[in-house]
């Protein structure tokens, strides 16, 4: 890792630590603990399992299917297995400059090229984000029709803003070539009308908001649907800056603000921290137990081609 990475990383922890800092000074944090104490505690297990169902397995299908498309295999046990391992190292490494080390994985063990990986992960990021903006639209439409109180109209709106990059980009090779697989792949329209990967999308996003919207019942805090529906696309994708480690402490703090009228500060802050627990650091901690493994195989220059 770089000293820039170093210091972003650094960085990152720090401005986490002040975030929950001034969070805990709003909320106290013993009060925090009783909510979490009067939870459904069954039901939180149950969530999960689920979200860990949906960030592996269906992750890892999705990501299979989306190379099959792309004209790679990759199985799926191998998909699995790269995407457990390699999670805990994307979350440590700022601006998920840790997916470089799926690409070098596919590269030393499936011969596939870097641009090719670093195109199917991508692929990965846009299905999301146009999941996230489906729900919200859904969010936006189930509200108008209930005629109820639009809740972002006293919130802050955002903004989408675009950089041209291609001057930087065009003297990078494999960007380039990333770059011709990106507008063939746009051209023969194979991975974004391929049924089952759109599907296991729409799957990935509405379980990863019914995790939510159930941490919620658990955490006795009553959110309707809707709302869900169309405030956690945005929380996601705030909490998916690289401003703080794993969006820790923006998440929690958003969670707040966007549901402030529908109960306590103590009962939000509460679900955010169950939240960021169920979807991001126990998926992470799970994957340490074979990350070490991961790193091994890459470093290992003797080791040869294998199905795991």
């Known amino acids: 890792m770089s000293y820039k990475n170093h210091f972003r990383t650094i960085a990152s922890f720090l401005v986490t630590v002040i975030m929950f800092f001034l969070l805990f000074k709003k909320v106290p944090l013993d009060q925090v603990y009783l909510s979490v104490k009067n939870s459904d505690i069954k039901l939180i297990l149950l969530i999960v399992i689920v979200a860990l169902f949906n960030g592996f397995f269906v992750s890892a299908l999705r990501w299979k299917l989306i190379l099959k498309v792309m004209g790679f295999h990759l199985s799926f046990k191998e998909a699995f297995f790269v995407k457990v391992a390699s999670d805990p190292i994307i979350g440590a490494v700022p601006l998920k400059i840790g997916e470089i080390s799926r690409i070098l994985y596919l590269k030393k063990f499936n011969g596939i090229a870097p641009e090719n990986t670093a195109f199917s ?102 959110l309707p649907f809707s709302e869900v529906l169309l405030c956690l696309p945005i929380i996601i994708l705030l909490s998916s800056s690289p401003i703080t480690f794993l969006g820790l402490g ?43 493994i991961f790193i091994n195989k890459l470093l290992d220059k003797e080791t040869i081609k294998k199905e795991i």
């Not at 109180?149 to 065009?170: H, T, W």
């Not at 549901?259 to 799970?286: C, D, R, T, W």
Request: charged fraction near 15%; hydrophobic fraction near 55%; charge should be positive.
């Open 121 to 222: 992960i991508f692929t990965e990021y846009i299905l999301n984000i146009l999941t996230l903006v489906f729900f919200t639209i859904l969010g936006v439409l189930v509200i108008f029709i209930k005629g109820l109180d639009p809740m972002l109209g006293n919130q802050p709106v955002l903004a989408l803003c675009s950089i041209r990059l291609e001057k930087f980009l065009s003297g990078v090779k494999w960007i380039t070539l990333f770059k011709q697989r990106f507008l063939k792949c746009f051209k023969n329209e194979n991975i974004f009308k391929n049924k089952n990967i759109l599907f296991l999308s729409f799957w990935f996003g509405l379980l990863e908001i019914a995790c939510f919207f159930f941490l919620a019942k658990a955490i006795n805090v009553d």
């Open 250 to 292: 923006m998440r929690e703090g958003i969670v707040i603000l966007l549901f402030q009228k529908y109960a306590s500060a103590q009962n939000l802050l509460a679900l955010g921290i169950l939240y960021s627990f169920v979807e991001h650091i126990i998926p992470m901690l799970i994957g340490l137990g074979v990350t070490s």
